[in-house]
C-alpha cells in the first residue's frame, strides 16, 4: 500500500550550508533583515527537523553572528534565558530592525507625494507604491494609489491613461524608505524651482540648521551599536608652529686664525647601533666629499623614544671657536614677574639648535668622521660650544617686547598676572597669542608633546612654578638646569 503524501519535511536535510552572519553595517537594516529572516527560517525548517527548541535557538545565536549577539543581549523578553523560543527572539529581532510604522505619518507622505522635477513617470510610480505599502489602506489601496499617481503627475506628455500601462511596474524593495518618524508636527519641505541647463530643478530652501540630526536610538537601528573612534582631524590655528623651523639670519662659527686644524679618525660603533646609524639620514646634515681642514669624531645618543641621537664632539674645534658670550637669563630673574602670577603656560622649542642654519664656511667646519664616511652639519650641532648663547642671543630677539614671556635656552614659559583667576586667564591668553603670531612670523616651531597649556603650576627650568610660590620640582635634578 503506497504512502499518503505529505508536504512536511520528516527528517533533517544533511550538510545544508547554514546562512552567513547577519550583516547590521549597512544603510536598510530593515530590508536585510527581511530577507535574512527568511533564509535562516528556511534552513532552521530543513535543517533541524525533530530537535529541541533549546538546540535551534542556540545554533540562531550562533548563525547571527557577534554584533546580532550585541543586539541580542539589549532585548527584552518576558522568559527567562533557557525559556525563550525560536520564533520568539526572531519576533524580537523584527522589532528591533523593522520597528512598527506611524500611519499617520506613512499616510501624509504618500498624499503629499507628487512628481519632482526630471523625475520620470516610472520612478514616481513605483515611489508611490513603496509609499503606499506601508498605509494600511486595504481594499482602498489600488484606487488610491491610481489617484495618487493621477494628481501627482507634473509630466506634461502623460494622462491617467499611462497609469493602467505602468500598473505593472515592480516594486523595489530596496528604494523602500525603513526610516520610521515619531513627530507630531509634518512641515512641508520647502522648494524653489530654478532652470538649470534648460531644465526646471527643484532645490530644497536651506532653513539654516547647522547638521543633521538622529536620535542615538535610530542611529542604533540603523547601523547597530556604533563604535566611536578618535578624530583624525586636527582643527588648526597654529599649525605651522608645529615640525622643525629655521631662523632668517645664517649663523657664521668664527674660528681663531692661528689655531692648528685637527682631524680625527672614526672611532668604533657599537654593532648595536650600526645598522641604525646606517639606516639614519637627515635633513640637517650632508655628505662631504671634499677634503676639510676639521674632523671631528661623531657621539651618537639612544633617545627614550628608541631613535637616534648624532651629535659630534668637536673638542679641538670648541678650542679654537671665538664665541660671542651671550648672556643666559637664570630662574632668579623672573622673580618680580610671579608676584600677581595666576596661570602658565609652558613650551619647548623643538630642535632649538637646529633652527640656527650655518653658512657654507662654518657647515663644512663641523664636519665628523662615521664608519661609513664624512658628513657636515647644515643646522646647528649639539655640542658646539658657542650653541647654547647663538641660540639664546636669538631666541631673545624673537621673543622681544612681549610682555610675561621668558625664555631661557629652548623652554618658554608665559605668566598670566591678575588680582583674580579671570583676569589672569584674559591676561594669559593675550599673551600667548600673541607669542603664537610672533613664533608665525619669525618661523619658530614648538615641540607638541610638551605644551603645557593655561595651568595653575607649571615645571621650568627644575623648578615648579605656582600662583602661591616657587619652589624646586621633587621630580627633577637640578644639577640639570
Not at 93 to 104: A, G, L, M, V
Not at 220 to 249: H, P, S, W
Amino acid at each position: 500500500m503506497a504512502k499518503p503524501e505529505t508536504s512536511e519535511i520528516s527528517r533533517p536535510i544533511a550538510h545544508l550550508k547554514p546562512p552567513s552572519e547577519f550583516d547590521v553595517d549597512v544603510s536598510n537594516v530593515a530590508h536585510s533583515w527581511k530577507r535574512w529572516r527568511e533564509e535562516v527560517e528556511l534552513y532552521m525548517e530543513l535543517a533541524m527537523v525533530g530537535k529541541k527548541e533549546e538546540t535551534i535557538v542556540k545554533l540562531f545565536l550562533y548563525i547571527v553572528g557577534n554584533q546580532g549577539r550585541e543586539i541580542y543581549e539589549t532585548l527584552s523578553f518576558d522568559q527567562e534565558p533557557e525559556e525563550r523560543s525560536f520564533k520568539g527572539i526572531v519576533e524580537a529581532f523584527s522589532n528591533y530592525c523593522d520597528p512598527k510604522k506611524n500611519e499617520t505619518v506613512e499616510r501624509y507622505k504618500f498624499f503629499t507625494r507628487v512628481q519632482e522635477a526630471g523625475e520620470t513617470l516610472d520612478k514616481f510610480i513605483t515611489d508611490v507604491k513603496i509609499l503606499a505599502a506601508t498605509c494600511n489602506f486595504e481594499q482602498l489601496k489600488e484606487s488610491l494609489i491610481q489617484d495618487r499617481i493621477i494628481c501627482g503627475m507634473t509630466d506634461s506628455t502623460s494622462d491617467s491613461s499611462d497609469y493602467e500601462e505602468i500598473k505593472m511596474v515592480k516594486v523595489d524593495d530596496k528604494r523602500k524608505p525603513e526610516i520610521s518618524s515619531s513627530t507630531k508636527q509634518f512641515p512641508k519641505r520647502l522648494y524653489a524651482s530654478i532652470t538649470v541647463g534648460k531644465q526646471p530643478v527643484n532645490f530644497q530652501l536651506d532653513r539654516g540648521a547647522t547638521c543633521n540630526v538622529i536620535s542615538l536610538s535610530m542611529l542604533e537601528r540603523c547601523l547597530g551599536k556604533v563604535q566611536l573612534k578618535g578624530t583624525t582631524q586636527v582643527l588648526k590655528m597654529y599649525n605651522k608652529a608645529m615640525g622643525t623651523g629655521k631662523f632668517d639670519e645664517q649663523y657664521h662659527v668664527t674660528i681663531d686664525p692661528d689655531a692648528t686644524p685637527v682631524v680625527h679618525p672614526p672611532r668604533p660603533v657599537p654593532i648595536a647601533l650600526k645598522d641604525d646609524l646606517k639606516a639614519k639620514s637627515g635633513n640637517h646634515f650632508k655628505v662631504v666629499t671634499e677634503p676639510t681642514p676639521w674632523v671631528s669624531n661623531m657621539v651618537i645618543v639612544r633617545k627614550p623614544t628608541g631613535k637616534l641621537r648624532i651629535c659630534i664632539d668637536p673638542k679641538d674645534l670648541n678650542k679654537a671657536t671665538r664665541r660671542g658670550h651671550s648672556p643666559i637669563p637664570t630662574i632668579d630673574e623672573i622673580l618680580p614677574d610671579l608676584r600677581e602670577a595666576r596661570v602658565f603656560s609652558a613650551f619647548d622649542v623643538r630642535n632649538g639648535f637646529w633652527h640656527v642654519e650655518l653658512d657654507e664656511e662654518s657647515s663644512l667646519l663641523t664636519t665628523f668622521i662615521t664608519p661609513f664616511g664624512r658628513y657636515r652639519w647644515l643646522r646647528m650641532p649639539f655640542g658646539l660650544t658657542s650653541a647654547p648663547e647663538e641660540f639664546q642671543r636669538r631666541q631673545h630677539h624673537v621673543i622681544e617686547n612681549l610682555p610675561g614671556v621668558v625664555a631661557i635656552n629652548d623652554d618658554i614659559l608665559v605668566i598670566g598676572n591678575g588680582a583674580t583667576r579671570e583676569e589672569a586667564e584674559r591676561d594669559h591668553d593675550v599673551k600667548v597669542y600673541a607669542l603664537m603670531r610672533r613664533w608665525r612670523e619669525k618661523n619658530t616651531t614648538l615641540n607638541a608633546d610638551k605644551v603645557k597649556l593655561s595651568c595653575n603650576e607649571v615645571t621650568f627650568m627644575c623648578h615648579l612654578l605656582t600662583d602661591e610660590e616657587l619652589k624646586p620640582d621633587p621630580k627633577s635634578n637640578l644639577r640639570d638646569a
